[in-house]
């Protein structure tokens, strides 16, 4: 989609009282015109902010700061580079460590870390993020891998319960708090004499995972998503832009694909 046509779902969405936008991806930093997108959504929206690789991150993060950006959730799914570079293809560990740097310096707080536990991958680095995580002020995700693909078992051996390890962050926590969305937990926790924030996001067995969602995705060619585990019913908004459609078209396709959510554990 053009910036025109991004700004022009944003604004609708903003009408409707939607009120915080995240931009994902893909990778958002390969749009040349991110910051621009980020400007005029950052006029319409309580909240703008980005999940991102972080390979690009130290590059943008001044500008994406006074573009008004608010936060970023960064990928890392290593702290060791031979095992950051089997994962994800690239030997670029060193420039994500300062990506974050970066975005810390330049006041996109809370930084998330986004650390996704594979077993038999990296599932012995979760310390070790902890350490990360209380030594720079990031904070912490432990997401749970979703082994599904279309609805269907990919990649179950990689899967880890996170029950365990979240029952012994709540043993040691100075502190904790259930957010609404998701039914997500996160933990103050201490780590060598200082504290981390850690969150846990577990999507797997969890029947309210789905059901206290309130997320709606806008996909990179102009079609909404209700459910990020299914494409059987996605709504063709880009389309619609196209032809010069109203505003109150365009609200009409934001109320069908709400119409269209359910609970995927059903």
Known sequence: MSTKEVGRIV???ARLGIKKLKITGGEPLLRDDLCDVVSHASGLME???MTTNGVELEEYAARLTRAQLQR?????HSLRRKRYRDITGVDALDKVLR???AALDNGLTPVKVNFVVLRD???DEIEDMMNFAARTGAVLQLIEYMP???GKMSGAQYHVDLSGIESDLRRIAFRSEERRMHRRCRYVVPVKERRAEVEVVRSMHNSVFCKNCTRLRVTSDGRFKPCLLRNDNLVDVASLLRRGTS???ISEAFRKAVSLREPYWR
């Open 11 to 13: 604004q609708a969405a």
């Open 247 to 249: 505003e109150k078209q």
């Open 72 to 76: 970023v959730n960064v990928s890392l």
């Open 99 to 101: 990506g974050i740097t």
């Open 148 to 150: 599904l693909r279309n």
């Open 121 to 123: 991958v990296n599932h």
């Open 47 to 49: 909240e703008v902010s």
